[in-house]
């Protein structure tokens, strides 16, 4: 098999481990990666997470024949880490209003509500605070949407076009749709 093969399965498996995510709830949100990205809570500080992520896997410790694929070169592996925090509501409202994503232009197939809520959890974890990505499923679509564990008034929805707070609630209503469930990814 040729070098440059090898090479490009290697980087389809490391790519196909690295989409795996989980959340999970318990007495609190809990947060994990499966490969680059570990995230524990501080359990003296509520609300604080770290997240560990690895630029470079080390491939030797998962392929015997890194040796042959990378001409005898070892892979450094570093580690960065981000502290990010549950907000007040006031440092919600702070961040929202100084976030520029609302003010970017809606436009079909191109950038959408997916891309409205991407953009401000990014902007909220270069700003160190956690924010969960939410999917509003309907019968017929989703609507993306924000949402922050506030230490002080709990979990604050926020539609990311209007920056207005919102009230989600499954079987309610939201653009006229009956809400049938509301996946929180953290």
């Not at 790519?15 to 499966?34: N, Q």
């Not at 410790?61 to 549950?86: G, H, P, R």
Request: proline share 3%.
């Amino acid at each position: 098999m040729g070098t440059l093969l090898k090479v490009s399965l290697i980087a389809i498996i490391i790519t196909g481990f690295s989409a795996l995510v989980y959340a999970s709830y318990s007495d609190g949100y809990a947060h994990g990666f499966e490969t680059g990205y570990s995230l524990g809570y501080n359990s003296g500080h509520v609300g604080q997470a770290k997240i560990e992520y690895n630029e470079q896997p080390n491939i030797e410790s998962e392929f015997s024949s890194s040796e042959e694929v990378f001409d005898n070169q070892s892979i450094a592996s570093t580690t960065q880490f981000i502290e990010l925090k549950n907000p007040t509501l006031e440092e919600v409202k702070d961040f929202i209003t100084r976030d520029p994503t609302n003010r970017n232009k809606w436009v079909r197939n191109s950038y959408e509500c997916r891309h409205f809520a991407t953009d401000v959890c990014n902007d909220a974890r270069d700003a160190g605070l956690n924010c969960a990505f939410v999917l509003l499923s309907y019968d017929h679509g989703q609507h993306a949407v924000v949402a922050f564990d506030t230490v002080d008034k709990g979990l604050v929805y926020i539609e990311p076009q209007t920056n207005m707070v919102i009230y989600p609630e499954i079987g309610g209503r939201y653009e006229g749709k009956e809400i049938k469930d509301i996946l929180i990814a953290w």
